[in-house]
């Protein structure tokens, strides 16, 4: 008569008999519901915590593309001599011909958008209030063109009266007290050449549209200002800073770095990742110390399982005897109670993957009961940059925790396993 297939009906059967322990032995049944308890937690953890981090990175990422160009090119720094004191001091470069390089750069492949800006540094006071603020000078239609700024759903006012006036974040209009027709006054150091020096230069804009791009430092200090005041107003005339070029691509942005370069000879190219790439290597790395202690974590859980399986080997010592002098091999019942603890690691796997998703789907709204818990200050933007804390939800994710649970509750079984399949039935029933 042929042996059973490995893992035949009568097996889980066993297995699963085992778990349901008698009141008499509960025990094994506290440490077992221990286990899955603990299992369901870790993974519950280890899934919410990287769909948070993956969604914070995504819409760190967003905030940054959606409000910023994915590259810039300027010119850098030039000496200049003052005629009339000889002094020689250093001045940001400049793209005088910068229709010509704009159309250049527009014909590369991948780059989707180039836009001419005119970019300063001022002090903005409206009545008694004051702040530093960063002035981008461009056209309406290429403020139109960028996403998070010309929303409709979080901007205020009417943007097709920018030529008229000045587009400000929400956060120093906040701060200024402004409002849409509210006039805003702007200071810069950088003003008119005299025999004394350089004068202040004051002028007075009317707030047009108020926009929220969803990073704090953007709101709180970026004003945008027609291309043409611009120019007049930081003494640009005929020029501009720098470009501001958008690729296809985003991600694979530095592939443009020598096609610029080359459309406008001696210019520097700086991207979107060179800016925030420190960062965004932080966070990877963040990624990796998290997901190594939430797997520590489920090990911990997971060797809870070893300690009720060898409990639960301890008080079925005179069945393994019987089942063995029934005719059972060893590796029907290493099998049977590695059954025992695989039901116990797939049961509290399934539980953790669904309070895991549970619990990232409504992050936002456990992230509010927490504010309003702690008085509002669990999750300050000027810290973390973005407003909200997001979850994102990623298959790979859930399948790294899954697996990793998974195999580490099969292999906390195997010993325990080996340990009552390699049990003398002889001498498992003489001490019965």
Not at 17 to 33: C, I, K, P, Q
Not at 230 to 247: H, M, T
Not at 252 to 267: I, R, W
Not at 377 to 403: F, H, M, S, T
Request: net charge negative.
């Amino acid at each position: 008569m042929a042996n059973p297939p490995p893992f035949s009906r009568y097996e889980f059967l066993i297995a699963w008999r085992y778990l349901r322990a008698r009141r008499a032995e509960g025990g094994v049944s506290t440490m077992t519901w221990i286990s899955l308890i603990g299992i369901a937690l870790g993974v519950m953890a280890l899934i919410a915590t990287l769909a948070v981090r993956s969604g914070f990175r995504t819409e760190f990422v967003d905030t940054i593309l959606g409000a910023n160009a994915h590259t810039t090119v300027y010119m850098p720094p030039q000496q200049i001599v003052n005629d009339l004191t000889d002094e020689v001091y250093t001045v940001a470069g400049t793209i005088p011909d910068y229709a010509a390089a704009v159309e250049r750069i527009r014909a590369i492949p991948g780059v989707t958008r180039a836009d001419p800006v005119v970019k300063g540094q001022v002090m903005a006071s409206v009545g008694d209030r004051s702040n530093v603020a960063e002035v981008h000078g461009l056209t309406l239609e290429d403020l139109k063109a960028i996403p998070r700024v010309a929303d409709p759903a979080t901007g205020a006012g009417d943007i097709a009266a920018f030529d008229r006036g000045i587009a400000i974040g929400s956060g120093i209009a906040r701060d200024l007290g402004a409002g849409i027709g509210d006039r805003v006054q702007l200071i810069s150091p950088q003003g008119a050449q005299t025999a004394f020096g350089t004068t202040p230069r004051i002028a007075t804009y009317e707030v047009v549209y108020i926009f929220t791009a969803g990073r704090y430092d953007i709101d709180r200090t970026r004003i945008y200002m027609p291309l043409p005041e611009a120019q007049s107003y930081f003494n640009r005339e005929g020029e501009v800073d720098e470009i501001q070029v958008y690729a296809a691509d985003p991600e694979g942005v530095d592939a443009l770095t020598q096609p610029l370069m080359q459309a406008l000879p001696g210019s520097v190219v700086w991207t979107w990742r060179d800016a925030s790439g420190s960062f965004l290597s932080a966070l990877d790395i963040e990624d990796d110390v998290m997901f190594v202690i939430l797997s520590v974590l489920v090990l911990i859980a997971a060797m809870n399982i070893t300690s009720g399986l060898i409990m639960l080997v301890k008080n079925k010592g005179r069945d393994i005897g019987i089942l063995r002098t029934m005719g059972l091999t060893e590796g029907a019942i290493l099998r049977v109670f590695f059954l025992c603890g695989a039901f116990t690691g797939v049961l509290g796997t399934l539980a953790g993957v669904i309070l895991g998703v549970l619990l990232a789907l409504n992050i936002d709204s456990i992230m509010a009961a927490v504010n309003w818990f702690s008085g509002g200050g669990a999750w300050d933007p000027a810290v973390r940059g973005i407003y909200k804390l997001p979850a994102e939800l990623r298959g790979i994710d859930i399948a790294k925790a899954v697996g990793l649970s998974l195999v580490l509750s099969f292999l906390v079984t195997i010993f325990p396993a080996r340990r009552a399949a390699r049990m003398n039935p002889v001498e498992a029933l003489r001490h019965e």
